[in-house]
């Protein structure tokens, strides 16, 4: 999905604003797209859009909720988690 965009954080943001402006079809498609891609880069981009939308949540009334994210994307995340390997200096992905 990133071949095109090099900067990460650029896709971070792009998926962070697609949830707010559509937050069901975001749900379904791009975030269930980037985790059963195999890229890990790609399971790094939704995890920290994930984190993003959390963090912010609840701030501004005219957001959505993540609420329904959270239910969907949470089987994926801990299968993320599973799989990802303890020793975090070999995995770590500059962002």
């Known amino acids: 999905m990133n071949s095109e965009i090099s900067d990460p954080n650029i896709l971070v943001d792009g998926l962070v604003a697609l949830y707010r402006s559509s937050p069901i079809s975001a749900t379904s498609v791009p975030f269930g ?18 984190q993003v939308l959390q963090v912010e ?3 501004l009334p005219w957001l959505p909720p993540v609420s329904d994210l959270r ?14 390997p303890l020793d975090s200096e070999s995995s770590q992905i500059d962002m």
Not at 33 to 50: G, H, I, P, Q, Y
Not at 71 to 84: D, H, Q, S, W, Y
């Open 57 to 59: 949540d609840g701030r």
């Open 71 to 84: 239910e969907r994307v949470a089987p994926a995340i801990r299968g993320v988690l599973k799989v990802c």
């Open 33 to 50: 797209k980037l985790f059963a891609d195999s890229s890990e880069m790609n399971r790094t981009v939704a995890v920290k859009a994930c």
